[in-house]
């Protein structure tokens, strides 16, 4: 048995529901102080650089990541269309999708990682890798926030750079939350 395997199987013993006080159900290891890990990881893929993939194996990882970056970047570029920056003001569609992805990065990676063990890697890679890559904007939040500067307009970017900051983590935060409650609640109830 590899290391990856190990660690996967102890992943899923601890994700076992068990009764606890009051007849609630509780995960042996409180689940809300990790972070989803990408299967990848645990297969030792990415530390073993190609982590013994064959080319055309990787070059099919790539086409997926390719062709949801694809999708990602023509809907963030739509949304930056219908909602065009005002000059000095709040960058509201560039908040919106940074906020937005991080929440669904969080809830995408619990279901991949956690509930959907069994979906081809092409799925995560094409989503989270792809999608969501070119959906979240970090260049063009970083040059709003210069722009910002530029124009005198200093408190705006101290407010648009916390309030970025914030919502991303709190929206990441939400997004695992909410998936591991789907998640626990569908393996007791199931």
Not at 1 to 8: F, L, P, R, V
Not at 70 to 93: D, T
Request: glycine share 12%.
């Amino acid at each position: 048995m590899s290391d990856g395997e190990a660690q996967i199987g102890r992943l899923e013993q601890r994700a076992q529901p068990t009764r606890g006080n009051k007849g609630r159900f509780f995960l042996e290891e409180d689940l809300e102080d990790r972070l989803p890990v990408d299967p990848d990881v645990l297969e030792g893929s990415l530390s073993s650089g190609a982590g013994g993939k064959s080319k055309k194996s990787q070059l099919v990882r790539l086409g997926a990541v390719a062709l949801g970056g694809f999708f990602g970047s023509i809907a963030s570029y739509f949304v930056e269309l219908v909602l065009p920056p005002k000059p000095g003001g709040f960058p509201w569609a560039t908040f919106g999708i940074n906020t937005s992805g991080a929440f669904l990065l969080g809830l995408v990676m619990v279901l991949v990682a956690e509930r959907w063990r069994s979906a081809p890697p092409l799925v995560r890679h094409a989503l989270c890798v792809g999608f969501l890559g070119s959906w979240t904007t970090m260049s063009t939040f970083a040059l709003e926030t210069v722009q910002l500067v530029r124009d005198g307009d200093i408190g705006s970017a101290a407010v648009y750079v916390a309030a970025t900051l914030g919502s991303g983590l709190a929206a990441a935060a939400l997004g695992i939350v909410l998936a591991r409650t789907a998640v626990t609640r569908q393996e007791v109830f199931s």
